[in-house]
């Protein structure tokens, strides 16, 4: 009995290929208030784990502000806040190690996409994720009783067991694209917003198209204040980090 | 090992295997024709004769062009003929309220009453699941591809069995010579987020 051949799995990602959607958080005019942290939870149907559980770094947040100690403990300086999502990177290392395939690449969108009734909770790809952005559903949260009036329609409620990320805001891209279509043209620059940019009082966080060289998160992402975190693995992440230099935003 | 094996060898374990295989069996069979059964609705609504009547599926469901649900009329939609309509309500001689037909009786109780009609959805998917009516109609197609032809139906049944294979199937007929449409259609992301 012939073996069928399995297919070998592998991102599809060619070199330099600058993905469709991308994010630049400017860390200049990040306050840390944790608004985006809010709007997204909300938008995503994230539930709140409670005290004890966030004690075991069961925390469920798609995004979290980071902000780091440099130096020894007298003198700590502390770096700028950080708000840091799922960077869709373009050669994601989640991928190639889920082994029911529920972490997969979109074509179509190019982003990298958690398909929730795959997932059998392996964990896995949090464990490969270099960014530490996937979170794990421990337990069926409880939601106490006005709070499921505000679930969002357009996202799964996850089960227990199921491994989640930031999507950018993947019902609000198809949303606009849908719009886009049905008028006949191209989704314009900043028609699609995710929560967390929507949210952001200082406007720290924009995005939009990379594919398209005009749009406002192009022109920061190839601004020489931009920098990617974790470069050096090559996982291509489409978020960029805007630190210092030039008082031009978009210089 | 052994031991399992000389068990297995008893007649009355093997007939007590094979009962409990069949008991499964059933059970599941039961479970996927319960699926398949359209769930009882407020109001036995017939398609067939408003259909008939030529009224456009967009004129109750106009959701469908629009956005991703196509919703269920409301009862001041249904109220807003059959509130006029001669044959019942005519001002000159208007038929009392307790000959009227059943159903309709039933829906003169929630105008009355000013309560909303609570129609069953009959076609849903899972949470997991995320169907947009709009891009569908803006790609031309017709209403009974997916529900069937509802000038033969009185209460809205399930048609075909939707499942992804149902779905994809179609997603792949029609993107043939486009493979940017295929890579759309058949992308993960276009149905679960």
């Known amino acids: 009995m012939a073996i069928p051949k399995i297919p070998e799995f592998k991102a599809e990602w060619k070199e330099g290929e600058e993905g469709r959607w991308g994010m630049a958080v400017d860390m200049d005019l990040c306050t840390g208030c944790q608004a985006c942290v809010v709007a997204c939870s909300m938008e995503n149907n994230v539930p709140f784990v409670g005290e004890a559980e966030a004690g075991y770094g069961r925390s469920l947040g798609w995004i979290r502000v980071e902000r780091l100690w440099e130096g020894q403990y007298p003198e700590v300086k502390m770096t700028p806040y950080q708000p840091v999502m799922c960077q869709q990177c373009g050669s994601a290392p989640c991928e190639p190690v889920c082994p029911v395939f529920a972490t997969v690449h979109s074509q179509a969108e190019q982003l990298n996409v958690q398909v929730y009734n795959r997932c059998v909770g392996t964990r896995y790809c949090a464990n490969n994720c270099p960014y530490v952005v996937r979170v794990f559903n421990w337990a069926d949260f409880d939601r106490p009783d006005p709070l499921p009036n505000q679930f969002n329609p357009d996202v799964t409620v996850r089960r227990r067991g199921v491994m989640e990320k930031c999507t950018f805001c993947i019902q609000r891209i198809h949303r606009a694209e849908d719009q886009a279509k049905a008028e006949g043209r191209e989704v314009l620059d900043g028609e699609a917003q995710p929560a967390c940019a929507q949210a952001c009082p200082a406007d720290a966080i924009v995005f939009g198209r990379l594919d398209d060289p005009e749009s406002r998160v192009s022109k920061l992402s190839r601004s020489n204040r931009g920098s990617h975190l974790l470069e050096e693995l090559g996982t291509q992440p489409r978020v960029t980090y805007l630190k210092g230099g030039s008082n031009d935003r978009l210089g | ?193």
């Not at chain 2, 129609?119 to 017709?142: E, S």
């Open chain 2, 1 to 193: 090992m052994a031991n399992l094996l000389e068990i297995l060898k008893k007649k009355e374990v093997v007939l007590l295997l094979v009962i409990a295989f069949l008991a499964l069996l059933s059970g599941g069979a039961w479970a996927m024709y319960q699926t398949q059964i359209p769930p009882e609705q407020p109001i036995q609504f017939p398609h067939n004769i408003h259909v008939g009547l030529q009224i456009q599926c967009l004129y109750c469901h106009p959701g469908a062009q629009r956005q991703a649900s196509a919703g269920l009329p409301t009862q001041q939609k249904c109220w807003a003929c059959h509130g006029q309509l001669r044959k019942y309500s005519d001002p000159a001689a208007p038929v009392a309220l307790n000959l009227w037909p059943t159903e309709l009786q039933k829906l003169a109780g929630y105008v009355e009453r000013n309560e909303p009609i609570p129609w069953v959805p009959v076609y849903q998917v899972p949470d997991h699941v995320h169907f947009n009516h709009r891009p569908h109609i803006a790609a031309g197609f017709a209403c009974e591809t997916c529900h069937g032809d509802m000038s033969k139906k009185t209460v809205a049944t399930v048609g075909e069995t939707v499942n992804m294979g149902w779905c994809i199937n179609c997603h792949l007929e029609n993107s043939v010579e486009d493979p940017l449409k295929r890579t759309k259609l058949i992308d993960c992301a276009t149905c679960h987020y």
